[in-house]
């Protein structure tokens, strides 16, 4: 009789719920964990395993924490209540927030010593393709980690890059896809603004760069929410000040001089400083739009 | 009886070389010069036809001016011996260099005045689509400019972008897509040699960012010169001070503050002074890896 794989999720926020759902409907019994009680009901109400922690810890088979940042990963592993020193010896903690490297190395270390897997798992791809089960994974860990982990794997990624046999290079991996995409976004906005300033319209813009060598995977994600005036967001202002800040205390710690990534940094900090951050990230293109006198689409 | 089209390519440097091929491969009469003796030699011995400008002139139906920037624009075609005195009323003249919008209204002008159209034409594209016809032209002009040139366009260009009935608006897009594009392989330099200070190889960063979010036109195009140790010119380094320099020019005539590509601009300006200039634009990433003690592949 095939055992069904029993997993915990931590933080059911805009990626952590589509991750339990992908779970859930790959035939996993999953239970979901957050700090805001409604989105546990809302995941219980969907089909997900209702118990405490603490109680359930001990029969799981994987924790996959989804989180926002490494103070947080920390803290539900191996904070007060934490899931770490509940778990039994031989289950495995996939860790899906953007952290530096040293960090994630750390962690890997701390549940080795509990007798824990540990999986660097940091994720691509949004809410959408989390909640479809299609997200990317740029994993390292051993052998015996990721084969632990295979039905979670399975059940919420599309890609899956093993990046290694330890911590450490998967969330390496992430922090330079996160330098590449917030520089390719602000950068975008650079251009388009700067387009508007010689009369070049943003939907004129669009229909060009795309079809030209300027074009990017972030330029042609996000120019529309800028084209349609549409800053629901996808992709908050909010994540890059975290993940550039990564960047660079990661670049800091290795004494490399990464100019251009800081420059996209600054902006996003001042969209943060306009009172933009919950906005989506297109909406650094407002800051630009602001020191230059300039009207976006759905603009008085 | 059909009148085979005359045409005047003024620089036959790696991209004029390929227009003025490619547009006698598509049965134009091509006349090529420039100042180098040696390269209107190679371009007569392929089938280009002799003659001075002087002579020819007052018997052509285009010009098509393929040089590096504004300066030589406006000498091959107002200078001593330029070109559009000696043209008969009703010529075109189309001017592919990148240069400020501006400065496309002024030529514009003084052609009209001189009795010629002329059409505000840069390209993209690199040496290779230009030898294959291949270009993308952002163009913008009178609808009879376009129409005089159609054989032009037909004969160099798969790609055509209507931009506007006036100069301007192409050199605009130009410097819109110019911005993209050296920032982008300037972000990928910094983002490979960022990822190679963690341990990600540069094969690695290729096969993953390829696949991911953080990807862009230019990243793989550029990518593999660093992984293959290529820098034998494409594109070269020295292409960025100049456009880079022009982005820089126009925003600062609009008050426009890039502070992203002004990072990136300083990036190939260390990469000329490092003595890079005539190298392929994707050695800007060996400013990096000196600047932290890396060997990026193929060096010592």
Same mark, same amino acid.
């Given at each position: 009789?095939?055992?069904?794989?029993?997993?915990?999720?931590?933080? =059911?926020? +805009? $990626?952590?719920?589509?991750?339990?759902? +992908?779970?859930?409907?790959?035939?996993?019994?999953?239970?979901?964990?957050?700090?805001?009680? /409604?989105?546990?009901?809302?995941?219980?109400?969907?089909?997900?395993?209702?118990?405490?922690?603490? /109680? *359930?810890?001990? /029969?799981?088979?994987? *924790?996959?924490?989804?989180?926002?940042?490494?103070?947080?990963?920390?803290?539900?592993?191996?904070?007060?209540?934490?899931?770490?020193?509940?778990?039994?010896?031989?289950?495995?903690? $996939?860790?899906?927030?953007?952290?530096?490297?040293?960090?994630?190395?750390?962690?890997? &270390?701390?549940?080795?010593?509990?007798?824990? $897997?540990?999986?660097?798992?940091?994720? +691509?791809?949004?809410?959408?393709? &989390?909640?479809?089960?299609?997200?990317?994974?740029? &994993?390292?860990?051993? &052998?015996?980690?990721?084969?632990? =982990?295979?039905?979670? =794997?399975?059940? $919420?990624? +599309?890609? *899956?890059?093993?990046?290694?046999?330890e911590a450490g290079p998967g969330s390496a991996m992430k922090a330079v896809n996160q330098l590449l995409v917030g520089v390719h976004i602000a950068t975008m906005a650079e251009a388009l603004t700067f387009g508007m300033t010689q009369g070049v319209t943003p939907d004129k813009f669009y229909e060009i760069i795309t079809k030209s060598a300027g074009t990017s995977w972030a330029l042609e994600n996000r120019t529309p929410h800028i084209v349609d005036a549409d800053y629901s967001p996808k992709s908050q202002v909010n994540i890059w000040p975290k993940d550039l800040g990564i960047v660079q205390d990661i670049a800091r710690s290795a004494q490399f001089s990464a100019p251009i990534s800081a420059a996209a940094l600054q902006m996003y900090l001042a969209a943060q400083g306009m009172g933009l951050g919950a906005e989506d990230d297109a909406a650094v293109a407002k800051v630009y739009a602001r020191q230059s006198g300039l009207k976006l689409p759905g603009e008085e």
């Open positions: 009789m095939t055992q069904t794989t029993k997993v915990a999720v931590i933080g =059911l926020g +805009s $990626m952590g719920f589509g991750v339990a759902s +992908s779970l859930l409907r790959a035939g996993l019994t999953v239970y979901g964990f957050d700090i805001n009680p /409604d989105a546990v009901a809302r995941f219980v109400a969907k089909g997900g395993t209702e118990g405490t922690l603490a /109680d *359930v810890a001990g /029969d799981l088979d994987a *924790v996959v924490t989804v989180v926002l940042n490494a103070a947080q990963t920390e803290a539900v592993l191996f904070g007060e209540g934490g899931a770490v020193p509940l778990l039994r010896k031989g289950a495995a903690v $996939m860790s899906c927030a953007t952290v530096a490297p040293d960090f994630a190395r750390r962690m890997e &270390a701390a549940c080795l010593e509990a007798g824990v $897997m540990y999986l660097d798992a940091p994720i +691509s791809g949004g809410p959408i393709r &989390a909640a479809d089960g299609e997200l990317s994974v740029l &994993a390292s860990g051993t &052998a015996d980690t990721f084969a632990a =982990l295979q039905p979670v =794997l399975d059940g $919420m990624a +599309s890609h *899956v890059f093993n990046m290694g046999d």
